[in-house]
């Protein structure tokens, strides 16, 4: 029974809150911002994340402080991932993570360096929501459950947990139900059928799944059913810039065509119509 989560004091990084997330959506106890004692790095009932010199999941420690400099690069956030066997799935479901561990173990100059960009254009990517969630984070030396900083933790790892364990199943319901369909013009569109009940997100998943499979160089456009109404949305796969939804904006059973043309909403449910505004929608 894990009793306390003990992470350092002072500054807050986006690791050490994500790994403290994904732990109290399992364990819901109190996070202490302290030093840990020897007594707590020997207890395999308090989680010692990001401090420490130690990763021992029996004695539930994850700091990676000790790894040598020319390791990979896996933070703590890596560690409570693997601890709970969901690490290879986020590498391959969460474009964010290896940015995450290469920020955290070689700083943003060489991660600018290693994304092609200027350390200037990480620093433009921040957001008020990441800067005051890490330094409400770090202000505290105790956070508990009914703390709406705990709260919001809370919600992060349960949805982190929820989005990979979940994606897998999403995964294989798209290879059963999705079908795909050859266009006129010598590409792929995806097709997800409407089932009943539908998903929270009939699409989700759809893009992953073509990203894996063997057409993903030829697939330019996804089809799936709108959560708004009884028809369908389609959009560009990849952002292909060669599909121009708007040209079917005016068309009597289109209510939506983004100006940006990128995506699109129609009534039509018809197999055969649906591919016809795909394909008047095509411009090379």
Same mark, same amino acid.
């Given at each position: 029974m894990i009793r306390e989560i003990v992470v350092h004091p002072g500054g807050a990084h986006k690791d050490d809150f994500l790994a403290c997330a994904l732990l109290i959506a399992k364990y819901p106890v109190t996070i202490s911002r302290r030093e840990p004692t020897e007594a707590d790095l020997a207890d395999s009932q308090v989680c010692v994340v990001d401090v420490g010199g130690d990763w021992n999941e029996d004695l539930m420690n994850f700091d990676h402080h000790q790894f040598?400099?020319?390791?990979? #690069?896996?933070?703590?956030?890596?560690?409570?991932?693997?601890?709970?066997?969901?690490?290879?799935?986020?590498?391959?479901?969460?474009?964010?993570?290896?940015?995450?561990?290469?920020?955290?173990?070689?700083?943003?100059?060489?991660?600018?360096?290693?994304?092609?960009?200027?350390?200037?254009?990480?620093?433009?990517?921040?957001?008020?929501?990441?800067?005051?969630?890490?330094?409400?984070?770090?202000?505290?030396?105790?956070?508990?459950?009914?703390?709406?900083?705990?709260?919001?933790?809370?919600?992060?790892?349960?949805?982190?947990?929820?989005?990979?364990?979940?994606?897998?199943?999403?995964?294989?319901?798209?290879?059963?139900?999705?079908?795909?369909?050859?266009?006129?013009?010598?590409?792929?569109?995806?097709?997800? #059928?409407?089932?009943? #009940?539908?998903?929270?997100?009939?699409?989700?998943?759809?893009?992953?799944?073509?990203?894996d499979s063997e057409f993903s160089e030829e697939t330019v456009a996804l089809v799936y059913p709108d959560r708004r109404g009884s028809g369908y949305g389609m959009s560009r796969f990849n952002d292909d810039k060669r599909l121009e939804f708007v040209r079917v904006g005016d068309e009597d059973d289109v209510h939506f065509a983004h100006a940006k043309g990128f995506i699109a909403k129609t009534s039509a449910t018809d197999k055969a119509r649906l591919k016809e505004l795909i394909e008047q929608s095509w411009i090379g």
């Amino acid at each position: 029974m894990i009793r306390e989560i003990v992470v350092h004091p002072g500054g807050a990084h986006k690791d050490d809150f994500l790994a403290c997330a994904l732990l109290i959506a399992k364990y819901p106890v109190t996070i202490s911002r302290r030093e840990p004692t020897e007594a707590d790095l020997a207890d395999s009932q308090v989680c010692v994340v990001d401090v420490g010199g130690d990763w021992n999941e029996d004695l539930m420690n994850f700091d990676h402080h000790q790894f040598p400099r020319d390791s990979e #690069p896996l933070c703590a956030i890596s560690l409570v991932l693997k601890h709970f066997s969901l690490y290879e799935d986020a590498q391959k479901f969460c474009d964010w993570l290896e940015v995450a561990e290469w920020f955290d173990t070689r700083g943003p100059v060489d991660t600018g360096k290693w994304l092609g960009v200027e350390r200037e254009t990480l620093s433009k990517l921040n957001s008020p929501v990441d800067i005051t969630l890490l330094r409400r984070f770090a202000s505290s030396t105790e956070h508990n459950a009914g703390q709406p900083i705990w709260e919001v933790m809370q919600m992060v790892g349960e949805d982190l947990h929820k989005y990979l364990t979940g994606m897998k199943s999403k995964l294989k319901e798209v290879g059963r139900l999705a079908e795909w369909w050859d266009m006129g013009f010598g590409k792929k569109a995806l097709f997800m #059928p409407r089932i009943e #009940p539908l998903s929270d997100d009939a699409s989700s998943g759809m893009g992953r799944f073509v990203n894996d499979s063997e057409f993903s160089e030829e697939t330019v456009a996804l089809v799936y059913p709108d959560r708004r109404g009884s028809g369908y949305g389609m959009s560009r796969f990849n952002d292909d810039k060669r599909l121009e939804f708007v040209r079917v904006g005016d068309e009597d059973d289109v209510h939506f065509a983004h100006a940006k043309g990128f995506i699109a909403k129609t009534s039509a449910t018809d197999k055969a119509r649906l591919k016809e505004l795909i394909e008047q929608s095509w411009i090379g």
